[in-house]
């Protein structure tokens, strides 16, 4: 094996990085311009010394995807930056079961809170032709982000943003629209855990996308408040959740007369996702 290559990978895993061999590659990859299925060794000391460099910020723990600046996702490839949570694997499944759910040519309009790059919404118009979403988001820099993700994904004509705080009390009359579907990856960690977290999660996530209150769970109060009056009747709710949130999550949409359908486990066994259904009849809208 290349000397070089082993050295990175040496490195790498010297500092705990879970896939060594993966990450020395994609950044040999991004240094040499090359598909990470094409690369050929030696590199030119040029490129050593930009793969050094890159290597030298992941060795600071800087997440590879905020390194080489894209990250996969679903079926697409999404730009990401430290403006964005960066797209997890576990997140996919929120979009599986979005898909599932959805009658793939229905009109239907659905509703992302917490955008961030996109992916979860821009992931889902992809795949439904007839669809329209608006993706909320307080960060305007998130936002310029999932616009450039929507259009690199070709999903922009139909998908609007609103940069807004959906904690504020004029939330409801700014979206201004009902919605089929409502779909948030919410920040869910509670805040005296977020120190504990990994470094490349709390160094260089948005700490806005990680911090959800003291019990990690201020972000699905105000959503379930919001479907009451967000989500047509019939409508579903697709959240993703932290690690054992997902009945005390059920409980609180129960509270506001929402009715559990299914948790989905994720990859590593861990329920991720909640599905929630307004019942037909009107649920009673005060207390917003
Ligand atoms: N999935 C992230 C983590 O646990 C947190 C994202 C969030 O709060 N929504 O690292």
């Known amino acids: 094996m290349d000397e070089f290559y082993q050295e990175l990978i040496r490195k790498l895993s010297g500092v ?10 994609l950044i040999c990859a991004q240094a040499t311009k090359s598909e990470p299925s094409q690369l050929t060794f030696p590199l030119t000391p040029q490129q050593k010394a930009e793969a050094l460099k890159l290597l030298q910020q992941r060795l600071n723990h800087k997440p590879l995807d905020k390194i080489l600046g894209h990250r996969e996702f679903y079926k697409s490839d999404f730009l990401v930056d430290e403006n964005v949570l960066s797209p997890r694997p576990d997140t996919e499944i929120l979009v599986e079961e979005a898909i599932r759910l959805v009658e793939q040519n229905q009109p ?29 988001d307080i960060s305007p820099k998130s936002l310029l982000m999932a616009q450039k993700n929507a259009e690199q994904i070709g999903v922009s004509t139909r998908l609007k943003f609103i940069q807004a705080d959906w904690f504020d009390r004029s939330f409801v009359q700014k979206t201004a629209q009902t919605f089929d579907l409502i779909v948030s990856n919410p920040p869910y960690i ?23 209150g003291a019990d990690g769970l201020d972000s699905y109060r105000r959503i379930a408040e919001l479907s009451v009056h967000l989500l047509k009747a019939g409508g579903y709710i697709l959240l993703e959740a932290g690690i054992g949130q997902a009945l005390d999550i059920a409980g609180i949409f129960q509270r506001q007369g929402f009715v559990l359908k299914q948790i989905v486990q994720d990859l590593s066994h861990i329920e991720r ?16």
Do not use: M
């Open 16 to 25: 705990g990085i879970n896939s060594p061999r993966l990450e020395a590659r």
């Open 108 to 136: 239907i309009r659905i509703l992302d809170l917490g955008t961030g790059s996109g992916c979860i919404i821009e992931s889902i118009l992809a795949e439904c032709p007839n669809a329209v979403g608006v993706g909320v």
């Open 190 to 212: 509670p805040t005296g855990d977020i120190q504990g977290l990994d470094p490349e999660v709390k160094n260089y996530d948005p700490y806005i996308a990680l911090d959800g």
């Open 273 to 288: 996702c909640v599905i929630l259904q307004k019942p037909v009849a009107e649920i009673k809208k005060d207390g917003i």
